[in-house]
């Protein structure tokens, strides 16, 4: 069955730490990884990854993928309180328009 | 500029009742999504069209019927609502398949 795993659950974290958040998948041969960030209403698109290997980043966020281990990373550096939110993964299945989200990771920075 | 708009914002429905959700995005987008999201469950794919005319069934589609009334717009209906249909539904939009998706703001459900 194809299946999307984040962890951690949730995690508390201080100003200017720094967090590594995961997602594992079980989806083989997709074409693209999705990360968002739910604050209190819609998700929002952070980054889409195709490519094993390849870095993307936008400002203290960045990503990436492994497509041989199934796994990605989005880290984000000197976090900040208005990183506070759910941290979702999305895997497509391949050759169709559906994806498969993960359920999410609650990250909390405390001031 | 709107991007995806849902309408309404709020409902709450008595078991047995009908609804429809609303869904219309501005970004002439070819493909739209509806999602419920639970508690500890992620979104989960309820239906999805793939462009104007076209629909088809997600991970979690019974109890649910849709409409592409066009290519802006992308309706929800739940027929005879039931207590497990209490979630938060979301629409989205992408220009194509393997696209990043829009979403909307969200419809928070409670059948009683």
């Known amino acids: 069955e194809d299946k999307v795993v984040q962890s951690p659950l949730s995690l508390v974290v201080h100003e200017g730490d720094t967090v590594t958040l995961n997602c594992s998948y079980e989806v083989t041969n997709f074409r693209s990884l999705l990360w968002y960030k739910q604050e209190k209403k819609a998700p929002t698109f952070l980054f889409m990854l195709?490519?094993?290997?390849i870095e993307k980043k936008s400002g203290r966020l960045s990503s990436i993928l492994d497509k041989k281990e199934l796994f990605s990373i989005l880290n984000i550096t000197a976090t900040q309180t208005g990183d506070s939110a759910i941290y979702l993964c999305?895997?497509?299945?391949?050759?169709?328009?559906?994806?498969?989200f993960g359920t999410g990771t609650r990250l909390k920075v405390l001031a | 500029n709107a991007g995806v708009t849902q309408t309404p914002k709020f409902q709450v429905l008595k078991t047995g009742q009908s609804m429809t959700l609303q869904c219309a995005q501005d970004m002439n987008h070819n493909s739209m999504y509806w999602y419920r999201q639970d508690p500890g469950m992620g979104l989960r794919l309820i239906y999805y069209?793939?462009?104007?005319?076209?629909?088809d069934k997600g991970e979690v589609p019974n109890g649910y019927n849709v409409s592409r009334l066009n290519k802006r717009e992308f309706s929800l209906r739940l027929e005879s609502a039931a207590p497990s249909q209490t979630s938060v539904y979301f629409c989205?939009?992408?220009?194509?398949?393997?696209?990043?998706?829009?979403f909307g703001d969200g419809t928070r459900l409670s059948i009683l």
């Open positions: 195709t490519s094993s290997g």
């Open positions: 989205a939009s992408s220009e194509d398949g393997n696209q990043p998706q829009h």
């Open positions: 999305a895997v497509e299945l391949p050759g169709t328009y559906k994806y498969i």
């Open positions: 069209s793939a462009s104007e005319g076209t629909t």
